[in-house]
């Protein structure tokens, strides 16, 4: 496979590392009441996507970036990479707001 | 007590080669220093880059260079190195002076073993290990990209165009010369 | 005619495309052979009359010859000796060079006369499925009788035994567009991409590029098709832009435009120079023409396997290439009017044709003189022993020949259109499947693979393929404007497969020995699916992967159960397209070049007196220095603990991994990814951190220094460098941007020593330059700082203790790490100072009860390791609160504790489990299980770490570690994990 880096262009998925759902982005509240259950969900419970999937990958063998990457999971075709960063900082500003 | 000064050994002993109509060295004698930006600093420390070693912050995956051994390569998008004749001093002691607060900084000197691959079949030595298009159009003179041959993390630069140079962690050089000396005998 | 008695063979009727100034030689079974420069192994043996060349697999029928090209079923032959031999190479693929020794292959006793063809005999028993039928019982013969004999009759070929001498390689190419196939179709192509500046690569497997242009008599552009070959393939190669890949497969679509090739570079010179015999390319691309041509496939009629029945068109490549005549009597059975050019080619040539018989009720297409020509009959047997000599008619009319060719027809090579699941479909027109819509994203098909069956649709269609993909890549050159000019052909076909009422067995498989008799009975015994059919039957699943069988095996099995071809549908197509050696796909990564190596700073020092390493992930790390006189290792590790803890011991640390982390929020980074605190950390000081995944569980740990206000150095275990690092920079982007700090690792920066015991210090203040004051009261356990050794070389100080002894690592940039090694043992001569290796860093840490990576196995938690007061209770962090799980704090957990067997001559296990004395050996009674063991010359004993239920709370009682596998059954104490300096006044000193 290949993939798209929004900096560097495209990169063969061999230097990447998959992690997974992009759902581990939204790290729960430590702090609020149902912290255990909250966090029981954000780190086992995933949808099995047959289809587009956002999920992260690690450039580890280039810029050490995270990479948000939304793949077909049934023909893995790429429609979209982001940085994770930037991503982060959205969920962070759409939640302040 | 009997002297026991330190004498720095290169990781590949000076390692020089002819492969026919190609060279092959370990270039040593280099600075290395990470310069990572401060949050929210970018411009400043650019602006800074500028004014104190004449090259402004590198775009990731290309280099600035003035002269043949002062560039800075753009590794990442807060992340560069600067890459420097040697001072035989401590280079970051030295450019923490320049640029204050601005960046935080970090002696890469002793992390890297360069090789230095210079003439006409470098390209089609690279083809063997380097997973990156290294035509001209595609990775000319001043790119520079991460990418990983023979399973060791290698930073390729190529500052003109019939150069390349290959950074290897050190620990594993002795691997990575193995890695490029074969390519070339087995063209 | 005089200068063919000069030609090589008795079967050589002209030069065909060969060069015939360069004559060869070439054994064949010991005997030797003439033949001419461009020859295959193929045509060599044709031209000099040997049509019989192997057995086959299962009955071991004499087997031919039977096609021109990479889909040979039969023509498997030996190459080379000792060492260097390789089975199973296609006698068609082999291109000759003077010397060449090749060999028959799966049969006993000489070709002529196999002891196996007893098989034959005994068809009626090994028919489809007769694996599961007949070798069930009784039970035990299977092991001893039916493998071994099964094992010593089967396979093809043999292998040498021996390692492989030879080099391969492999390799990055990119391109604007991939062409796959050099023929008609792929060149027409390839011009045009060319021409308009495209970067382009075209692979093509043979050695003379031109495909089907080399073997028929066509003209192109006023050219014969080969000249008008060779002129295209001059003007490729001339161009920068075109890189033009000969004796080059794609064998595999990826996903994205990356296909697989293997190159082959020497296998074709009789001087092999140095360097890589193979080279297996990753190809990107980003379009790829697929002009793969197509393959001739045969029809099922009875004994239609013998030496001498060859397909049709490939009776013709040896004609027109190769100058040879496979039979002196050749007889042409067709359902297609291509079948016809075979005759006219022959008769052309100069030999004779006995006989065409088409199976179509239709006037004769073509006259061809001398051949007596039977419309709609059929060839129902054939006759001869160890080749043909004659064929019977389906009006029962016998003719005589010794070379039969056939034809059903031309099957599209789809396969790499199907190699991400896509599916091809059935065009009746052609009565053949051709490429469906779904194809690999930016594949793009072109002639007889996509269904363009005469040449001039091949050339055409190879244009205005290429014309579509530079508009898609946006070339600004515009392309030829008309594809290349032939004059169009017949091409009618009507299908047939199966000739009814047949004597004798109808094959379909040759190379699997699959015949329709295995189809019906297949189907009978109700496997309806082709997939089905495929394994049991294994039609298809020889080394050839069914290339001139897999669509006719289709077509029997249609008229079966009486559904169209299309309904009955395909198996699925996977890559490789052709083999590829195994040692291709290893290439160079054989023996120590498998993965890279690393190796420490003091590596060479370690070298020269007397390391003996282990590699532990690549690290190659010194395991125990022996001196002379010691024999085992353990009078080594034993000396080696001894001395670090009576007097002092130095190891190379430089392994575990150092990252750098800066940043005005270096401190808050770093209370969320430890369990414990700190961001209250002095500067100058260093603290044991313990990490935890987010489910709660131990991850990692190690010391954390303080170099700065802003500027941490964290150390992590060696095992844990680069998944530590990751998940940092996981932490660092994804969950918390908004933190200023940066990461990056300094384990290759600096060479770090452990120097350890009560003469530590001592030997330091040798090392370290005034006025740096390094006494317990300037410098106590748990500081560190950065200052200066040997005369002004940088340097990093830490006093932390992983054996317990008074300890400080000292590092130094890795370019004087050799040196510094040599120069602590020099400032430590005078306390019989000993470098030490990871056996007595082991032993030391064990007695420490310091926990490691056999302790930190992701299944323990920080109260397993007796750190769960380090989870700090004010703060959030990575698996604080799933930490807090009920299940992670029952009260029957277990704990780590020390252990020492009663009778202390025992030797401990790690692995043993623990069970209560008496208790039987069961998992109910499993109380937990022993980590890590080691003989302490401390105690004189061997001594263990583990993990017991309630183990703080049960010291002094003894239970037993149990080996059951071993039948090894140890009481053993209970004791403190600490075995050394409980109190901790040592490392305190």
């Known amino acids: ?97 | 007590m009997a002297d026991l000064s330190l004498e720095p050994e290169s990781a590949l002993g000076g390692y020089t080669q002819n492969f026919g109509d190609t060279h092959l060295r370990e270039v040593t004698g280099l600075d290395i220093v990470s310069i990572a930006v401060s949050s929210g600093a970018r411009d400043a420390l650019s602006t800074l880059l500028q004014e104190k070693i004449g090259l402004p912050w590198p775009a990731t995956g290309t280099i600035e260079r003035a002269g043949d051994e002062a560039a800075l390569l753009g590794l990442q998008a807060d992340q560069c190195f600067r890459v420097s004749a040697s001072q035989q001093q401590n280079p970051v002691t030295e450019l923490a002076c320049l640029v204050g607060d601005a960046a935080y900084l970090t002696d890469q000197s002793d992390s890297w073993v360069v090789l230095e691959l210079d003439g006409a079949s470098s390209v089609s030595a690279l083809e063997r290990i380097c997973p990156i298009d290294l035509s001209d159009n595609e990775f000319g003179a001043l790119n520079v990209a991460r990418t990983s041959m023979e399973h060791i993390s290698v930073i390729i630069e190529r500052p003109d165009t019939h150069r390349f140079r290959l950074y290897s962690p050190r620990s594993s050089a002795h691997s990575f010369l193995h890695a490029v000396t074969t390519s070339l005998h087995n063209l | 005619m005089s200068d063919r008695l000069a030609l090589p063979g008795s079967h050589r009727i002209g030069h065909g495309l060969l060069s015939s100034e360069q004559s060869l030689t070439f054994t064949f079974n010991g005997r030797p052979y003439r033949a001419m420069a461009g020859d295959t192994l193929a045509s060599a043996l044709l031209a000099n009359g040997q049509q019989l060349v192997g057995r086959s697999f299962k009955y071991h029928r004499p087997r031919g010859i039977f096609t021109a090209g990479s889909e040979e079923p039969n023509a498997l032959v030996e190459l080379g000796t000792g060492a260097y031999r390789e089975p199973n190479t296609r006698a068609t693929m082999v291109e000759l060079f003077d010397g060449i020794q090749a060999s028959s292959q799966n049969h006993k006793g000489p070709l002529s006369f196999d002891v196996m063809a007893i098989n034959d005999r005994l068809s009626s028993f090994l028919s489809a499925g007769f694996y599961y039928k007949t070798f069930m019982w009784p039970k035990a013969f299977w092991e001893k009788l039916y493998e071994p004999v099964i094992r010593a009759a089967a396979g093809l070929g043999s292998l040498s035994g021996e390692p492989d001498p030879e080099t391969y390689d492999k390799g990055f190419l990119h391109c604007d567009v991939l062409i796959i196939g050099a023929g008609a179709a792929g060149l027409s192509a390839a011009l045009s991409a060319g021409r308009a500046g495209q970067r382009v690569i075209i692979a093509d497997e043979d050695f003379l590029p031109g495909g089907r242009l080399n073997m028929e008599t066509f003209i192109v552009d006023g050219l014969t098709g080969a000249q008008w070959a060779a002129n295209a393939v001059a003007e490729l190669r001339a161009m920068p832009r075109v890189r033009f890949m000969t004796r080059t497969t794609v064998y595999g679509c990826y996903d994205h435009g990356i296909y697989g090739a293997l190159e082959r570079r020497t296998d074709h010179l009789a001087d092999k120079p140095a360097g890589a015999r193979q080279v297996l390319w990753r190809i990107y691309s980003k379009h790829a023409i697929l002009a793969a041509g197509a393959t001739e496939r045969s029809i099922a009629f009875g004994d239609n396997d013998r030496p001498g029945i060859m397909l049709a068109g490939s009776v013709r490549a040896y004609v027109n290439r190769f100058g040879v005549s496979p039979g002196r009597q050749t007889a042409v059975f067709t359902n297609n009017d291509d079948g016809w050019r075979t005759a006219m080619d022959l008769v052309q040539a100069g030999a004779s044709v006995s006989a065409v018989i088409d199976s179509r009720n239709i006037p004769a297409p073509f006259p061809v003189p001398g051949a007596q020509i039977f419309m709609g009959s059929f060839v129902t047997g054939t006759q001869g022993r160890l080749g043909l000599h004659s064929i019977t008619l389906s009006s029962g009319q016998t003719v005589y020949c010794d070379c039969l060719a056939v034809t059903g027809g031309w099957s599209p090579n789809v396969h790499l259109t199907c190699h991400q699941r896509g599916r091809p479909v059935w065009r009746e027109d052609i009565a053949a499947f051709v490429p469906g819509q779904d194809l690999p994203g930016n594949m793009h098909v072109a002639g007889a693979a996509n269904g363009s069956m005469t040449l001039t649709q091949a050339l055409t269609s190879g244009h205005a393929v290429a014309t579509h993909v530079l508009k898609e890549l946006g070339a600004t050159t515009a392309p030829a404007s008309s594809a290349p000019q032939a004059d169009e052909e017949h091409s009618g076909i009507s299908a047939l497969w199966q000739v009814p009422d047949c004597q004798g067995r109808s094959w379909v498989d040759l190379q699997n020995d699959v015949t329709t008799k295995d189809i019906a009975l297949s189907f009978q015994e109700g496997f309806r699916s082709v997939e089905h059919l495929k394994r049991y039957t294994t039609l298809g699943m020889a080394t050839d992967q069914g290339k001139t069988s897999n669509v006719l095996g289709l077509g029997v099995m249609a008229s079966l159960n009486g559904k169209s071809i299309e309904q009955t549908g395909t198996t699925i197509f996977r890559p490789p397209y052709t083999p590829v050696p195994i040692g291709a796909f290893a290439g160079r990564s054989r023996g120590k070049h498998f993965r890279p190596t690393r190796l420490t700073p003091s590596h060479q020092w370690a070298e020269s007196h007397g390391a003996t390493f282990v590699e532990t992930g690549m690290w190659m790390r010194a395991q125990w220095y022996a001196k002379s006189g010691e024999t085992h290792w353990r009078q080594s590790v034993d000396r080696e603990v001894t001395q670090t803890r009576s007097s002092v011991g130095i190891c190379d640390v430089t392994t575990l991994g150092k990252i750098d982390i800066q940043g005005a929020d270096a401190g808050a980074f770093l209370d969320k990814v430890y369990a414990n605190m700190f961001s209250t950390l002095a500067v100058g000081k260093v603290r044991y951190g313990l990490m935890l995944r987010e489910d709660g569980f131990v991850m990692d740990d190690g010391t954390t220094a303080r170099l700065g206000d802003r500027h941490f150095v964290m150390t992590t275990t060696t095992a844990n460098a680069v998944s530590v690092f990751r998940h940092l920079e996981f932490c660092r982007q994804c969950l918390w941007p908004e933190l200023d700090v940066h990461l990056i690792s300094a384990t290759e920066q600096w060479a770090q020593f452990a120097v350890a015991g009560p003469n530590a210090r001592r030997l330091l203040e040798n090392i370290v330059d005034a006025p740096f004051d390094i006494s317990n009261e300037a410098f106590p356990f748990m500081a560190c700082a950065e200052l200066s050794v040997c005369q002004g070389k940088p340097a990093r100080l830490f006093r932390i203790s992983f054996s317990g002894e008074l300890a400080y690592e000292v590092a130094v940039p890795a370019r004087y790490g050799n040196a510094l090694m040599a120069a602590l043992m020099k400032a430590g001569e005078a306390f019989g100072a000993a470098p030490y290796g990871t056996e007595a860093l082991g032993v030391m840490r064990i007695e420490k009860g310091h926990a490691a990576g056999n302790e930190l196995n992701g299944q323990t938690t920080a109260a397993n390791l007796g750190l769960g007061r380090m989870v700090s209770q004010k703060k959030d962090c990575i698996g604080a609160v799933l930490s807090r799980r009920s299940q992670m704090n029952k009260d029957n957990a277990i704990e780590l504790v020390g252990f020492i067997p009663e009778d202390a001559s025992v030797s401990l296990r790690a692995g043993a489990h623990f069970i209560d004395r008496d208790a039987e050996a069961t998992l109910d009674n499993d109380q937990g299980w022993m980590t890590s063991v080691a003989f302490s010359p401390d105690r004189n004993s061997s001594i263990g770490l583990g993990f017991i239920e309630n183990g703080s709370q049960r010291i002094g009682e003894t239970v037993v570690a149990a080996d059951p596998l071993r039948n090894e059954f140890i009481p053993v104490k209970i004791v403190s994990p600490h075995f050394v300096d409980p109190d901790g006044e040592r490392l305190r000193g």
Do not use: C, K
Request: charged share 25%; glycine share 6%; no cysteine.
């Open chain 1, 1 to 97: 496979m290949l993939i798209d880096h929004p900096l560097l262009g495209l990169r063969d998925a061999a230097e990447f590392v998959y992690l997974g759902d992009a759902a581990l982005l939204n790290r729960p509240d430590a702090s609020s009441a149902d912290a255990l259950d909250s966090f029981h969900d954000y780190l086992h419970l995933r949808d099995n996507v047959a289809g587009e999937h956002r999920e992260l990958w690690y450039h580890e063998q280039g810029d050490r970036s995270w990479l948000v990457i939304t793949r077909n999971t049934l023909t893995h075709a790429i429609t979209a990479v982001e940085l994770a960063r930037d991503v982060a900082m959205n969920l962070r500003e759409g939640a302040n707001s």
